[in-house]
């Protein structure tokens, strides 16, 4: 497998040199592994942190900046970041407001959050925790105990990030996202293996004529395996899916995501798939985002993620937002 990499056990240390050089809006500590927004701590401002493996990008570092995190914490590739990582960015971005830690429902992820949320609270700092667990392809995993937590995040760190940068306290901006944690919902589907840097070759082996219903974002196994189907007939699969879990009774955000090696050709292609499913299901729809946001390193495939909105999470949603890997508005 050729990759544009010096060696694997730098390819995290390289990349966050050359976001440092992309990005002068954002301090990049390399050898503590902490992204900070550069204004952090913001005076009167909740401090938003989240974090996980590397190999998801742009989430979570591409999603720090006005509106959004004011500071990530990035693993190695597919393994969860320590705690020592964790309360340095609390204490980065703690203005005396409190932080908001968001947390993808991995077990190391949720131990090491939970065990640096305990440290930061003994250095004075107010810390609460959102739990993020949208995938619903399986009710366990590999990783997690429960739901997988995916492009959900996404949704919880956007809506969330606006509240905050609004100046609301600790307590309103984790109702917030709370309340988007519990309104979204995933799904993906794999056509090709990720290829992690230290292994060098696919993590799992999935034939030429087959794909994956249901797969995680560190190629977690999913549902089922049929033969390779058309994007129409994905989209159909997922959505009902998704559908009968959420069952949403208001306007939905839509996220069509990339797990990293699938073109923006095919990407557009199937949210055109996907939004036909809901039109013909009578479901209304606020607005859509394709892209790769949160990917799984050279993975070919997409997810589905909804999201439903009342006005005011419509409302946070279209706020300013300003990072390298989600901007509008400013």
């Known amino acids: ?159 969330a990030g606006a509240v905050a940068e609004e100046g609301a306290p600790l307590a309103r901006v984790t109702e917030v996202a709370r309340r988007a944690a519990d309104s979204a919902r995933s799904f993906g589907v794999a056509l090709t293996s990720p290829t992690t840097p230290a292994k060098g070759s696919p993590t799992f082996d999935l034939p030429a004529g087959e794909l994956e219903l249901g797969i995680g974002i560190h190629g977690e196994p999913g549902r089922e395996r049929r033969r390779i189907m058309t994007s129409g007939e994905i989209a159909d699969y997922a959505v009902d899916v998704l559908l009968e879990d959420l069952r949403p009774d208001a306007p939905l955000l839509v996220l069509v995501n990339g797990m990293g090696a699938t073109p923006l050709l095919e990407l557009y292609g199937f949210n055109a798939e996907v939004q036909r499913v809901l039109r013909e299901r009578r479901i209304a729809v606020a607005r859509t985002l394709v892209g790769n946001y949160v990917t799984s390193l050279d993975m070919a495939g997409a997810s589905v993620t909804l999201c439903q909105v009342n006005e005011e999470l419509l409302r946070l949603w279209d706020a300013p937002v300003s990072t390298a890997g989600l901007r509008w508005g400013r």
Do not use: W
């Not at 979570?60 to 990582?85: K, N």
């Open 1 to 159: 497998m050729k990759m544009l990499i010096n060696v694997p056990e730098r390819v995290v240390a390289d990349a966050l040199r050359g976001m440092a050089e992309a990005h002068p809006e954002l301090v990049v500590d390399v050898e503590h592994r902490v992204i900070v927004r550069r204004d952090a701590p913001v005076a009167g401002k909740v401090g938003l942190v989240s974090g996980g493996g590397s190999g998801h990008e742009p989430l979570h570092g591409g999603f720090v900046g006005p509106g959004m995190l004011d500071a990530a914490c990035p693993g190695e590739v597919f393994t969860s970041p320590v705690p020592d990582q964790m309360v340095r960015a609390a204490a980065a971005v703690d203005s005396g407001a409190g932080v908001l830690f968001i947390v993808k429902n991995y077990t190391g992820d949720v131990l090491n959050f939970d065990m640096a949320a305990e440290l930061a609270e003994e250095e004075g700092i107010e810390v609460a925790k959102v739990l993020v667990r949208d995938d619903v392809a399986v009710t366990d995993s590999l990783f997690t105990a429960g739901r997988r937590g995916t492009g959900g995040t996404l949704f919880v760190e956007k809506l």
